[in-house]
């Protein structure tokens, strides 16, 4: 990760959390991964000055990593250090996966990463980055974007949210479920930046839809519907479609596919084999349909999923 100058000290805690801390928890022998800090001064002053670090490698530390992390600041649109811009166009040359966490994406913008790619940033920032970089295809109502080797994510709580998914992507649903619970995160957030965008209060706020969400977990093997959604929460097709889209970011079927997705992936990671068994339980239906669900999810097959994420594959670890 790298740490440069004004760079935001709560996203520099985030990935030490989600990366750099030993999870005795999960019985696993090491860490799910080892983190290197790596700055482009032996001192860089943190963001607005609250603190100084000092002690941190150099930049060249980016050249043995496999994933590259970096971390926003305030001040986007000053042009980040050339040693800051070589060294993530560097990694990025030799196969390393470039992560940044809120403005970050300037610098990744900067570095020429991000060309005619999709990519986000934070909701504030969304049309200076526009002015500066309109090569890049930016979405600014998403958490955050994954476009495989270049991963952006949003404004600095949704830092949380791509590393719990990069988590998930390395190491399994199971994984990515026992660290946010040990964060006391949801695993996985719906909806995007446009909920936390400023917008005048409404007189009469719509009615939360945690408890349909948290009845309809616990019956995902059941034959749901939309309109079996709307009547338990007491409410037409087209209210609770626009409630979905209002808190959500997304409609009822759309969320509980993914909900059966995610189980079905954590039954795989449990050692079930039968897939038949798999989409029963899931509500997915038939293994065809597990199939291609799976595949446009998480880009795997139930077999290479199993393969990679499968009990046998526990102890697996990146590094």
């Known amino acids: 990760m790298i740490v440069d100058e004004g760079t935001n000290p709560f996203e520099v805690g985030v990935a030490t959390e989600l990366f750099g801390l030993p999870r005795p928890e999960l019985g696993l022998p090491r860490p ?8 482009p001064a032996p001192e860089v002053r943190m963001n607005h000055g609250f603190f100084r670090m000092t002690g941190v490698p150099g930049l060249d530390a980016v050249d043995g990593a496999d994933t590259l992390v970096v971390p926003g600041r ?15 166009r560097r990694a990025h ?35 200076a980055f526009r002015d500066l970089h309109p090569e890049v ?80 977990q616990e019956r995902l093997a059941e034959p749901l519907t939309v309109a079996g959604l709307a009547a338990r929460a007491a409410v037409s097709p087209a209210t609770l479609h626009r409630r979905f889209r209002a808190q959500l970011g997304t409609t009822p079927l759309a969320w509980l596919t993914g909900e059966r997705v995610a189980l079905a992936c954590r039954l795989i990671e449990r050692g079930e084999e039968r897939l038949d068994v798999v989409a029963a339980r899931s509500g997915l239906g038939t293994a065809a349909n597990l199939r291609v669900r799976l595949r446009r999810e998480t880009g795997l097959s139930p077999s290479a999923y199993r393969r990679r994420f499968g009990t046998a594959a526990g102890e697996a670890l990146v590094t």
């Open 32 to 39: 799910l991964y080892e983190v290197t800090l790596c700055a």
């Open 93 to 127: 040359a030799r196969g390393t996966r470039v992560v940044s966490f809120c403005t970050g994406s300037f610098a990744l913008a900067e570095a020429g990463l991000l060309d005619g790619r999709r990519a986000t940033t934070h909701w504030m920032w969304a049309d």
């Open 74 to 88: 305030p001040d986007n649109v000053v042009p980040r250090a050339e040693p800051v811009l070589d060294a993530i």
């Open 137 to 216: 295809l930016l979405e600014p109502d998403v958490l955050f974007v994954d476009e495989g080797d270049v991963l952006t994510a949003a404004g600095s709580a949704a830092a949380l949210d791509l590393g719990l998914h990069l988590v998930r992507r390395d190491h399994g649903a199971e994984i990515a479920n026992a660290v946010s619970r040990r964060l006391v995160f949801a695993a996985h957030r719906d909806g995007g930046q446009r909920q936390f965008v400023e917008r005048p209060v409404p007189d009469v706020p719509d009615e939360s839809l945690g408890p349909l969400l948290a009845w309809a």
